[in-house]
């Protein structure tokens, strides 16, 4: 099975995640979103892989997040979806997807539940 690996490099889960995956000798392609972003077909797909709204998978400590006020509840999915696609870093990681199901590493061991 081919897995992808949503990873941001400078992250403690991140880097943690990929070594649990990589331990295992698990085949995976690793997508640095941040230098190759989304685009807004991946991102849908990808939130439906997760089962998640946009909502929840906003990081919610980050700059953009307050400076483009997104924790105003009236905004609706479209907006965050183009906040995300806008500025990548709105994602939560590390996020690994088969394709058809993903699970946010958050702990990085989480990654293994999709195995």
Do not use: W
Not at 33 to 58: I, K, N, S, V
């Amino acid at each position: 099975m081919a897995f992808t690996l949503y990873h941001n490099p400078r992250c403690s889960k991140s880097r943690q995640a990929l070594e649990l995956l990589e331990t295992r000798d698990v085949s995976i392609t690793v997508r640095r979103y941040l230098d190759e972003p989304l685009d807004h077909q991946e991102l849908t797909a990808l939130l439906a892989a997760l089962g998640m709204t946009p909502r929840q998978l906003l990081r919610t400590g980050e700059d953009a997040y307050k400076e483009l006020e997104l924790a105003n509840p009236a905004l609706d999915d479209a907006t965050l979806i183009q906040a995300m696609l806008d500025h990548p870093r709105l994602m939560e990681r590390p996020i690994l997807s088969d394709g058809s199901k993903a699970v946010v590493g958050r702990p990085p061991e989480r990654v293994l539940e999709l195995l």
